[in-house]
């Protein structure tokens, strides 16, 4: 059984920076792509970022690009999220997610997503 854990959210000022951490949990957690999510309030589940197996390949929506960076420490079994200049729209529930269908593809659909945490709020105040 994999457990994804969530933490790192809260309030910060918009331009600010916050890192989000994913703790997971199961045997075979560091061989399959892992994603990040948003969902705001009225709106559908997005993709942030995902990072394949081995951190060798990541995805970036455009909105987060140059500024969100994803990576993973397998050994540790640990997913990140660095978040930086952050604005008002950013404002979202963020998840972690596993897909351990794929090791290398990346897919932005949520439902590819098998394995999911509970959420952690990031909200950014003008």
């Known amino acids: 059984q994999v457990q994804l854990v969530e933490s790192g959210g809260g309030l910060v000022q918009a331009g600010g920076s916050l890192m989000l951490s994913c703790a997971a949990s199961?045997?075979?957690?560091?061989?399959?792509?892992m994603g990040w999510f948003r969902q705001a309030p009225g709106k559908e589940r997005e993709v942030v970022a995902a990072?394949?197996?081995?951190?060798?390949?990541?995805y970036y929506a455009d909105s987060v690009k140059g500024r969100f960076t994803i990576s993973r420490d397998n050994a540790k079994k640990m997913v990140y999220l660095q978040m930086n200049s952050l604005k008002v729209e950013d404002t979202a529930v963020y998840y972690c997610?596993?897909?351990?269908?794929?090791?290398?593809?990346?897919?932005?659909?949520?439902?590819?997503?098998?394995?999911w945490g509970q959420g952690t709020q990031v909200t950014v105040s003008s």
């Open positions: 199961g045997r075979t957690v560091g061989s399959y792509v």
């Open positions: 990072i394949s197996w081995n951190g060798g390949k990541t």
């Open positions: 997610a596993g897909d351990p269908k794929r090791q290398v593809l990346i897919t932005t659909t949520p439902s590819d997503y098998d394995y």
